[in-house]
């Protein structure tokens, strides 16, 4: 993993680049501090959790006084919200880097779901942030909580539609009860991530799960 330098914004950190051309001055110092800012939380909070991530090692981490990054993010929980929502936003990037998607196919929606997983079985960031908060948000008086539920309903429904094309135009395999196999499919992706994490050389997260996918559908997914 590369590690956050003062120079990097989260998203160059993780393999992609900032968004919009470099300027000077005070708003872009101050932008370039929050971007630090969330590159060391983002690294924190994948590694240690949310719960055992403190705010002065974040702000000892990426080079800015206490009361710099407070001035920024006053409290942990608007840390916590910007780091998900930079994690968002790379998702989405990288989802929709080919242009909008007929979102209708599932054939393209799965294709697309595989070149995300791909992109982040480089990027083991990615992967640690999601496994470690996702596990530690399932108290309900956690901060996320509330984001990892609607996450969860927001993958099911979109892999649900993306099954139910599938089945409507007859590619789902004979003998496969398409019913409840977004459930199976998201328990998949979840579970080799842990795996790749504890061994990314015996665990390709794309191959196993596009297995998983070719013994469903009876096309080829890309």
């Known amino acids: 993993m590369m590690i956050p330098t003062p120079e990097s914004s989260p998203r160059e950190v993780i393999g992609l680049t900032a968004t919009g051309p470099g300027s000077r001055g005070p708003y872009a110092k101050g932008q370039a501090r929050r971007h630090r800012i969330i590159a060391a939380a983002f690294k924190a909070f994948g590694t240690v959790g949310y719960r055992n ?17 407070l001035h920024h993010f006053p409290t942990k929980e608007s840390l916590l919200e910007a780091v998900l929502d930079e994690r968002e936003y790379l998702a989405d990037q990288m989802f929709y880097k080919d242009g909008p998607p007929e979102l209708e196919d599932g054939v393209e929606y799965f294709r697309r779901l595989l070149q995300v997983i791909e992109h982040n079985s480089r990027n083991p960031g990615i992967v640690s942030l999601f496994a470690v908060l996702s596990t530690e948000a399932t108290d309900p008086a956690h901060p996320a909580n509330a984001y990892f539920k609607a996450r969860y309903e927001r993958a099911l429904s979109r892999v649900r539609d993306a099954i139910t094309n599938l089945a409507e ?6 003998g496969i009860d398409p019913r409840g196999i977004e459930i199976d499919i998201i328990a998949l992706a979840d579970g080799l991530q842990v795996q790749w ?7 390709d997260m794309p191959q196993r799960l596009r297995a998983f996918l070719q013994a469903i559908v009876t096309v080829q997914i890309p």
């Open 169 to 174: 135009r007859d590619l789902i395999r004979e």
């Open 197 to 203: 994490l504890l061994d990314p050389s015996t665990v």
């Open 53 to 69: 991530a403190s705010m002065q090692q974040i702000a000892d981490d990426c080079g800015v006084t206490r009361a710099g990054l």
